[in-house]
């Protein structure tokens, strides 16, 4: 049973930092993709970034040079590390995880929310 559990979600002061990391339950490095989502109150929820196991990355452009997605495979741990943020950025923000082995296999965490005070 894979598990992923966030944390590092809070109330943050606009142009402050906050760090989000996904704690998952198996050695991330058997996952092809990871990524944090979020979903605001009465909107979809949306891809904020993501990284494969190549380390290559991709942002939503509303984060692009202040958020950054990083991956510990020896902690089985992913980060989101966020900077200058915005109350816009306020949301509950969700790990996500895909494997595929001829199934596509999508896990998803509790979330964590993160509200930024103007």
């Known amino acids: 049973q894979v598990q992923l559990v966030e944390s590092g979600g809070g109330l943050v002061q606009a142009g402050g930092s906050l760090r989000l990391s996904c704690a998952a339950s198996?050695?991330?490095?058997?996952?092809?993709?990871m990524g944090w989502y979020r979903q605001a109150p009465g909107k979809q929820r949306e891809l904020v970034a993501a990284i494969d196991r190549g380390a290559n990355t991709n942002y939503v452009d509303s984060v692009k040079g202040r958020f950054t997605i990083s991956r510990d495979n020896a902690k089985s741990t992913m980060y989101l590390q966020m900077n200058s943020l915005e109350p816009e950025d306020t949301a509950v923000y969700y790990c996500?995880?895909?494997?595929?082995?001829?199934?596509?296999?999508?896990?998803w965490g509790q979330g964590t929310q993160v509200t930024v005070s103007s």
């Open positions: 198996v050695s991330i490095s058997s996952f092809n993709r």
């Open positions: 996500n995880a895909e494997r595929s082995d001829r199934i596509l296999y999508v896990y």
